[in-house]
């Protein structure tokens, strides 16, 4: 099952987005999830190292069900909507929950291949700079980033959603960059076959 993670709070642009990336590794024949931060209560990490004894996290809330997600799945895709130049808060703190997960078991991650997904309601908002913070929390979670490659993908997949749903749907770069970055997923998981 490959998991999509949306960042956003709202059923706008990025969860659009994020979705059809999902509809087209479906038909890739890929199994597919979708899990988003909308409607979601989910509390900082609080750093009292409570999972450090690897019994899970001390606060109770739905970040529970996003983990049995993480550790079945076999690829990732994250989407975040850009907010200050970078990914948005609730994608943060989903990240630095997860470290409950890491700290029961190390391994949940390592090896998968991840892409990134950033929605920006500006031409050039800090797309690049949210995507890299998503491949980072991959490599350092011994993941593999992946990546649409030169010419139009270079790092993942960037949409200029000029703050609006009908608009990010007229984003024919950022969909060429998405289906870039979707053949790069699949070409990596059918070498690992
Ligand atoms: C708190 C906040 C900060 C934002 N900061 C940026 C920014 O730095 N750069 C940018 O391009 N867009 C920024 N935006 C606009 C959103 O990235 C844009 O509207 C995006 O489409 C939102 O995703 P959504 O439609 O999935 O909610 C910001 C929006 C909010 C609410």
Known sequence: MILGVSGSPRNQATENVLRKALDQLELAGYETAFWGVRGKKIGFCTHCDYCLKGEGCAINDDMSELVTLLENAQAYVFATPVYNGGISGQLKTVMDRSRALFASNNKWLRYKPGIAIAVGGDRAGGQEHAIQQILNYYTMSGAVPVSGGF?????????????TLERVKEDGDGFSALDKTLKKLIKYMEREK
């Open 151 to 163: 010419f139009g993908a270079n790092l993942g997949a960037t949409f200029w959603s000029k703050d």
